[in-house]
C-alpha cells in the first residue's frame, strides 16, 4: 500500500491500538504522528514504535497527508474547529468516532474534504481488528483504497453502502469485544466460585474462547448452529447449560444489548 503521511489527532486507545497494529505490519513508524494534549500516551507510543509525537494538534495536520479524527465525540467539535486554522485543502479525513455523521464531520471542519467515515474496534492492535468503512461518492477511488488498505492493514475491512449501516458495525464490532469480554468475565467468576485459582480460571475460559474463535474461523462451511451442535450431546452437559441460556431468553438480551448500542450511536448523532 501506499505510505502516506499520517496524523493521529487523540492518543487513545483506539490510536494505540491502531498504530500498533500498523507499524507491526510494515507502515514506516516516521510516516505516523500522534497528536494529544498531555505526554504520558504520547511518550508511550514513541518508546513503543518510533513514532512521531507532538502536544501541537496543528503542527501533526500541518505535516499530515492523512488526519485520522480520533477523539472522543463530545470533543470533536472543538477539536476539528480548531483545525481550521490549518490549511486542510487536499488532505484525507479519517473519522473513527462513534455516532458522528460524515456531514456532521465536514461542517466541523468547515469545508467539504475527502472524509472516510470507520468503525475499528480495539483488537486491531493485534492485526486482528474488524473495521466497517463508509465513504461518500466524493471520496476518490484513490483515497477509498488509501482507507480500506490502511484498517486493512491491522485486521479485516467491510465498507458499507448507507451510512446508517456504520451503526449496524458498531453494534456487531466496534462495541463487540466488550461483549465478549462481559461473557468470559462471567465464566471466570463462576470458574472462581467452583474452586479454581485465578491463573487456571483465566486459561480455561480464554483458551476455550480461543478455540472457539478459530473453529468459527477455519469451518467457513459450517453455519454457526452447527459447530454448536458438534459439541452438544444429546441429554448432555452442554444441552443442559444451552437450555438454561435458551430458557432464560439469551438470544433476546443479545438481540436488546446490540439495538441499544445502535440507538446510543443515533442519540450520539443528534447531541454532537
Ligand atoms: N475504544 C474503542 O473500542 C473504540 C473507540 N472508537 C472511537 O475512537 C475514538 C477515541 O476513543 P478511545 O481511543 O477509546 O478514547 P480515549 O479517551 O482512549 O482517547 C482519546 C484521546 O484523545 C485525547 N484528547 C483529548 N482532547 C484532545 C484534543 N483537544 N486534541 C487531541 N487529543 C485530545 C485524550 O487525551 C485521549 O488520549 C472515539 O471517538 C470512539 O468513538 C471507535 C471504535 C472502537
Ligand atoms: O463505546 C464506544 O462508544 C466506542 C465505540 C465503539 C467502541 N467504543
Known amino acids: ?45 514513541s518508546n513503543d514504535f518510533g513514532i512521531n509525537i507532538t502536544q501541537d494538534n496543528l503542527e501533526a495536520v500541518r505535516n499530515a497527508e492523512v488526519v485520522v479524527l480520533a477523539v472522543k465525540p463530545q470533543l470533536m467539535e472543538e477539536v476539528c474547529k480548531h483545525l481550521q486554522q490549518a490549511d486542510l485543502n487536499g488532505k484525507l479525513f479519517v473519522s473513527i468516532a462513534a455516532g458522528i455523521k460524515a456531514a456532521r464531520l465536514q461542517q466541523m471542519l468547515g469545508g467539504d474534504y475527502p472524509l472516510v467515515r470507520t468503525m475499528p474496534n480495539t483488537p486491531s492492535a493485534l492485526g486482528k481488528g474488524m473495521t466497517g468503512l463508509y465513504a461518500d461518492s466524493q471520496v476518490s477511488d484513490t483515497d477509498r483504497s488509501f482507507a480500506g488498505d490502511l484498517l486493512g492493514q491491522v485486521g479485516d475491512v467491510a465498507w458499507v453502502d448507507e451510512e446508517d449501516m456504520i451503526n449496524g458495525v458498531i453494534a456487531a464490532a466496534g462495541s463487540s469485544p466488550a461483549y465478549f469480554f462481559l461473557f468470559l468475565e462471567s465464566m471466570q467468576d463462576e470458574a472462581l466460585r467452583m474452586g479454581f485459582d485465578r491463573e487456571t480460571s483465566r486459561k480455561l475460559v480464554q483458551q476455550a474462547c480461543l478455540g472457539a474463535a478459530e473453529m468459527v474461523c477455519q469451518n467457513q462451511d459450517l453455519e454457526l448452529s452447527e459447530l454448536r451442535a458438534q459439541v452438544t450431546s444429546k441429554a448432555g452437559t452442554t444441552a443442559a447449560a444451552l437450555n438454561h441460556f435458551e430458557d432464560n431468553g439469551i438470544r433476546e438480551l443479545v438481540s436488546g444489548a446490540m439495538q441499544a448500542a445502535v440507538t446510543r450511536a443515533k442519540e450520539m448523532s443528534d447531541e454532537f
Open 1 to 45: 500500500m501506499q505510505h502516506r503521511k499520517i496524523a493521529f489527532i487523540g492518543a487513545g486507545n483506539m490510536s494505540r491500538s491502531i498504530i500498533s497494529g500498523m507499524v507491526s505490519s510494515g507502515y514506516p513508524a516516521e510516516a505516523i504522528t500522534a497528536a494529544n494534549p498531555s505526554r504520558p500516551k504520547l511518550d508511550a507510543l
